[in-house]
């Protein structure tokens, strides 16, 4: 739904993915420009059954309150089906916030939301498990891992160099991963093609796509510089685009 940033691009919106594991939709991050992707991509705001927010900057909460007011105000068939959040560690606390500023606009009446916030975590959903690490973004920053039918994704959030990121993505299927800068561009808080390829390698992933790109990312070549170091696939992201798992 979103490989950018916060910076106005024609080419990506803020950070979001939509999975899709058998019947359920759930929607890892949620940044500026999300709804317009979700109807661009034949997502109803009344398909998503799950939330996960890697931290709480902005670029990858900002749909979130339109989010929730356009699911009690949209025309129509009304939401029924509860919502659940995955968040680090605050998160109940963000959203007691939001609802002083918003009132009664972003308080469901025909669902409800379940807020569970998470650190180092596993939690099962029956068809598919959720996993969570702590990564060295900020305080409450985690990343995510699913896993279903014998296939896994792992998704970083914006997250600098930490050994819990090889930990979560052993094996997987597909790694999404921040690489919001070039190598010669280092930003703390962030990960470069090169580091983001030495994780994908230790961790023996199949796929990566790097994601959460800054301007200076789009003229990259991402294959040679993550190639480097990981010898499988490197998919370049692009807003809208399906990958099957």
Avoid: C
Avoid at 2 to 22: D, F, K, M, N
């Amino acid at each position: 739904m979103g490989s950018g940033t916060i910076l106005p691009s024609a080419l990506r919106s803020a950070a979001a993915y939509a999975v899709t594991v058998g019947d359920k939709t759930l929607l890892l991050d949620m940044g500026p420009g999300l709804l317009r992707r979700m109807a661009e991509a034949g997502i109803e705001i009344n398909d998503v059954d799950m939330v996960f927010l890697s931290h709480f900057h902005p670029d990858h909460i900002g749909d979130f309150v339109p989010f929730v007011f356009a699911s009690k105000y949209q025309i129509g068939r009304a939401r029924e089906r509860d919502l659940t959040i995955l968040a680090g560690v605050g998160f109940g606390e963000l959203y007691n916030g939001l609802v002083e500023v918003y009132g009664e606009w972003i308080i469901p009446e025909t669902y409800r939301i379940h807020i569970e916030e998470m650190g180092e975590d596993r939690r099962d959903f029956g068809d598919f498990s959720v996993s969570t690490v702590k990564t060295n973004h900020n305080p409450e920053s985690i990343a995510v891992r699913i896993d279903a039918g014998g296939r896994s994704l792992v998704y970083t959030g914006d997250t600098d160099r930490s050994e819990s990121l090889v930990e979560i993505s052993g094996g997987a299927d597909l790694l999404i991963i921040d690489t919001a800068f070039p190598d010669d561009m280092k930003v703390p808080g962030h990960l470069t093609p090169g580091e983001a390829g030495e994780i994908a390698a230790k961790a023996k992933v199949k796929r990566v796509m790097p994601t959460h790109f800054y301007p200076p990312m789009e003229d990259i070549d991402l294959k040679a510089a993550i190639g480097r170091v990981f010898q499988g696939e490197v998919i370049r992201p692009g807003d809208l685009m399906v990958i099957d798992i």
